[in-house]
């Protein structure tokens, strides 16, 4: 595809349930980052992944929330138990290296916890 | 840890007018980014800036990294509805293994007709 893709849009679960959301990078992009925007607010960096190296976890929240890069290609971002402070949007970005310059950016999922 | 505060908020502005918002921060950064992100839509990088005192147009656009290495500030010419939009400046940290990016809480813009 032309640009980072990133499903569903839109996300709608109760209190206690566990989600999925997907990121389609750009293909050849070997970074992947994901980000938490909450409304009203700048976005707050989450995980990283670049090549085969291991991920960087270090801005997840808590041990709810975790995130799968498979073959290099789309990663899925998992939250277990959600609350209702997880209502937000995730974004995910890929870039063709580690470089903040290049990062674009995918539509995001809105999440909404009831 | 490296915090950026933009100012304004927000911002309400008659069609033809110019804009001007600012990023500041306590700590120096190497590299200032300017995003515009549309409703529904990831953020797009507008501008991006490396060197201290460094001038760059996109357009209408202008934006200065300032001399200290601490702040940068945002100009749009002649606004038009289509600059209407959530503005973050943006810079790089270093955390673990990865170059972040940290945002600033965003200018949001409206364009009166």
């Known amino acids: 595809g032309a640009g980072v893709s990133q499903s569903p849009s839109n996300k709608v679960t109760e209190k206690g349930k566990d989600v999925e959301l997907r990121c389609d990078p750009i293909?050849?992009?070997?970074?992947l980052y994901w980000y938490r925007q909450s409304l009203g607010q700048g976005l707050e960096f989450l995980i990283y992944f670049q090549g085969n190296s291991a991920p960087d976890k270090s801005g997840l929240p808590s041990d709810r929330f975790s995130a799968e890069r498979t073959g290099g290609s789309v990663s899925t971002l998992t939250i277990q138990r959600t609350q209702q402070e997880d209502s937000a949007v995730y974004l995910c970005a890929s870039s063709f290296v580690s470089g903040h310059e290049t990062q674009y950016f995918g539509p995001g999922t809105r999440l909404l916890v009831l | 840890g490296q915090q950026l505060n933009q100012s304004p908020q927000s911002m309400f502005i008659q069609e033809g007018e110019d804009v001007s918002m600012n990023c500041t921060s306590s700590s120096i950064f190497n590299t200032w980014l300017w995003y515009k992100q549309d409703p529904g839509e990831g953020p797009v990088l507008l501008i991006a800036?490396?060197?201290?005192?460094e001038l760059t147009s996109n357009g209408r656009l202008t934006a200065q990294f300032g001399i200290t290495r601490k702040d940068s500030f945002l100009n749009i010419s002649a606004s038009i509805p289509s600059d209407v939009g959530i503005y973050f400046c943006?810079?790089?940290?270093?955390?673990?293994?990865?170059?972040?990016?940290?945002f600033g809480s965003g200018t949001q813009l409206t364009v009166l007709p």
């Open positions: 293909s050849g992009h070997t970074a």
């Open positions: 943006a810079g790089p940290i270093s955390s673990g293994s990865a170059r972040q990016l940290t």
């Open positions: 800036l490396y060197k201290a005192g």
